[in-house]
């Protein structure tokens, strides 16, 4: 059936096929690990979502880079840091994967970063809030891409206090997360001479806020300031409308609502809340394309993760197609020389404690007269821009800045 | 203002309201599993899907068909009650010969893949379910701001435990069913029909399990996960009542609920564990349970 190639024809063919792309990328094929939530809390906030936006910033990108292909590989962490570091360590030390995308949860967040740390190979930090992977926590190799807790509490507290909202009583989920997150807003509400009456701490994850909504209705407290996120959000701004805490006249601040809950609430029960956030799918021609194939794929609007996850991925390409080469630092520095420049993020860039820098945005969910559809819940009241949302350098803990 | 240990007595008993109200759902779903472990010794795991089944099956109700919150209160129990015969008929039932861990890893095996093709479909975000018209608002009790539905939710459940409990202790079915857990060779020498019996406890138990999801529906978001927590919590109920003791699950049910919703106060960061400390105490102490007997 072949008719036989002469030898060395065959070994120049067989060179020409594969020269190229193991001159410069590690193994041969450039492998992108999508690390998310698949089946729990943050299942609609990153899950398939996140696999399906990396997959979209590859068609997008082309499917080779610095002429080697490239490949999505992804595994569910379940929220435990245990199973996110274990399968991050695999995955950068001998599976061959050159970056890490997504690591929702900030407790896995922080587990990852000290593997990624160690392996020397990029983590791009789109699910998780702690400000803390750039603070005292930061890595060379460390990016965190869509937001923080900082840009919450800067856009939502400061919104807030502003507004009139000057005493706060915090209901803070109790792991890492919401402890950065009422941290944080704590020094933004005190900053603008608002108070702090006082704080619970809630398990991860709570059904029944009943009994910490009445201690917070008791505290006399204007606003109450929900340092949560995911499916407690949901219930806690759930159950304070049911027992008609927003209608005596105290307002929730809503620190962290993804537009999974956002949409899982409706605009019904979640009318008047203030929210920040990296991204909505209908900001201008951009977003509403990205939002229109994706809904195609995943049946739902793209949340800030998954939109980050896209930005993130594409960057880490175009940084690897211009260094020619996945090697972490030629990669690393080129990502930080390239302006960041998607439907995501314009003009956003990569700091030294490895925080991108990118305008953050103070919504509004829309009453149910005011919304034309299911999806279309927010109003845009403030583009906060970049270097006010994100923590100033000159106040960050980040070893790697030096004195 | 009268306080105790520094909590205004307003407070406390506002939180003790709540705490009953909790309880209220530990007691009915704790109340199905003694019921279901009492007659075929089966440790039900798939409660907390089946308390998911019947939230979904009243949203579902809605959506789909326009069924109303009253008629979902019947229709959804009985339609998970009904899945429940067919889970008994075709695979509990090969099991009763084997282990108890049998039966344990087949139900806990069809959670999740309930839970599993539900987030599939619906997301894990979940769904809103309104609060029937007729139980919206609240009443001012003077401590607190007690929703309607939250009352509603204490009345309904004490009712159906009630009932439950008659039924089972002072009724001459019941008294089949309890002979039936003695000695079931005799039972079934008098003529009785016990593998029928069986079956339908075990729809029962899955009845009541879905009685419980509707009645959260309003309250708790009706999510695919929703029951997965709880289900952890209900067993340590159980286990603390005295395996298969119809009164001890229901009485640890609520008394439970009260002594969460004053850890909630007191030491809000252990209000998730301290059922499972009090679980470790009582089994040290009366290994039967509260309310168990000793074997």
């Given amino acids: 059936m072949f008719r036989r190639l002469p030898v060395p024809l065959a070994l120049v063919a067989a060179l020409a096929l594969t ?71 695999e995955w950068l030390e001998v599976d061959g994967v050159d970056v890490l995308v997504d ?62 909202g000057d005493s706060w009583y915090f209901l803070t989920v109790d792991y890492a997360f919401g402890h950065s997150l009422e941290a944080d807003t704590i020094r933004v509400v005190e900053a603008e001479g608002g108070s702090v009456l006082g704080t619970v701490r809630t398990p991860f994850p709570t059904a029944d806020f009943s009994s ?49 809950d956002a949409h899982a609430l409706g605009a019904e029960v979640a009318q008047g809340l203030m929210l920040t956030a990296g991204f909505y799918w209908d900001m201008d021609e951009g977003t509403r394309a990205f939002a229109k194939r994706f809904i195609e794929r995943v049946g739902a609007m793209p949340t800030m993760v998954h939109a980050g996850v896209y930005s993130s991925t594409l960057h880490y390409l175009r940084a690897v197609e211009a260094a020619g080469s996945d090697e972490t630092d030629a990669v690393l520095a080129k990502m930080k020389e390239i302006p960041i420049d998607d439907f995501f993020a314009k003009n956003g860039y990569i700091r030294a404690d490895g925080r991108m820098v990118h305008d953050m945005f103070l919504f509004r969910v829309k009453t149910p007269e005011q919304s034309t559809g299911e999806w279309d819940l927010y109003e845009l009241l403030r583009v906060i821009p970049g270097d006010e949302a994100f923590r100033p350098l000159s106040e960050s803990a980040c070893p790697l800045l030096g004195d | 203002m009268t306080e105790i240990l520094g909590v205004p007595l307003q407070v406390l008993l506002g939180q003790l309201l709540i705490g009953l109200i909790n309880g209220s759902f530990y007691a009915v779903l704790s109340l199905g599993l003694a019921v279901i472990f009492g007659l075929l010794r089966i440790i039900n795991f798939a409660h907390g899907a089946q308390y998911m089944l019947g939230a979904f099956a009243a949203w579902m109700g809605f959506s789909y068909l326009g069924i109303g919150y009253w008629a979902a209160l019947f229709l959804a129990p009985l339609v998970v009650g009904l899945t429940g015969i067919v889970i008994e008929r075709t695979m509990l039932r090969r099991l009763y010969k084997f282990d108890h861990l049998y039966g344990l890893l087949l139900t806990f095996g069809l959670a999740l893949v309930i839970e599993g093709l539900f987030s599939n479909f619906y997301g894990v975000s979940g769904k809103s379910y309104a609060v029937p018209e007729l139980l919206k608002g609240g009443v001012n009790l003077g401590f607190m701001f007690l929703p309607v539905y939250r009352g509603w939710v204490v009345i309904a459940s004490l009712t159906v435990c009630l009932t439950t409990w008659f039924i089972i202790e002072r009724t001459k079915l019941g008294s089949y069913l309890r002979a039936g857990t003695e000695n079931p060779q005799l039972v079934q020498a008098f003529g009785v029909n016990l593998p029928l019996m069986i079956t339908l406890t075990y729809g029962f138990g899955a009845a009541l ?25 209900v067993f340590a109920v159980v286990v603390i009542g005295g395996m298969g ?16 919703g004053l850890t909630k106060v007191f030491y809000p960061e252990a209000s998730n564990t301290v059922i499972f400390v009090i679980m470790a105490l009582v089994l040290l102490f009366k290994p039967a349970g509260l309310f168990g007997r000793e074997a």
Avoid at chain 1, 128 to 134: F, N, Y
Avoid at chain 1, 139 to 163: C, F, K, N, Q
Avoid at chain 1, 236 to 246: D, R, Y
Avoid at chain 2, 245 to 260: K, N
């Fill in chain 2, 245 to 260: 003791s119809i009164l001890g699950a229901v009485l640890t049910g609520f008394g439970l609920g009260l002594v969460e």
């Fill in chain 1, 19 to 89: 020269a190229p792309a193991s001159a410069q990328v590690s193994d041969g094929v450039v492998r992108v690990g999508v690390l998310a939530d698949m089946a729990g809390v943050y299942a609609d906030t990153s899950g398939q979502g996140s696999i399906e936006a990396a997959h979209m910033a590859i068609e997008d990108f082309g499917t080779t880079a610095a002429g080697a292909p490239i490949e999505v590989v992804y595994a569910d962490h379940q929220n435990k840091a245990d199973i996110a570091a274990t399968k991050a360590r």
């Fill in chain 2, 209 to 233: 399990a879905a009685f419980a999801g509707v009645l959260a529906a309003p309250i708790y978001q009706v999510a695919p996960l929703m029951g997965t927590n709880l289900i952890i919590v």
């Fill in chain 1, 212 to 260: 910490f909504l009445l201690q917070a209705q008791a505290s006399g407290a204007k606003i109450i300031g929900l340092a949560n996120a995911g499916q407690d959000s949901v219930n806690s701004v759930k159950q304070a409308k049911e027992f008609g805490i927003t209608e005596m006249g105290q307002k929730l601040a809503g620190l962290l609502v993804f537009f999974s």
């Fill in chain 1, 103 to 164: 690591i929702i949860t900030s407790s896995v967040a922080l587990a990852v970063q000290e593997v990624a740390r160690q392996a020397h190979k990029p983590a791009l930090f789109s699910g998780p809030a702690t400000s803390r992977l750039t603070d005292a926590d930061c890595s060379p190799v460390g990016i965190h891409w869509a937001y923080d807790t900082y840009s919450l509490a800067v856009g939502t507290g400061r919104a807030v206090v502003r507004e009139g």
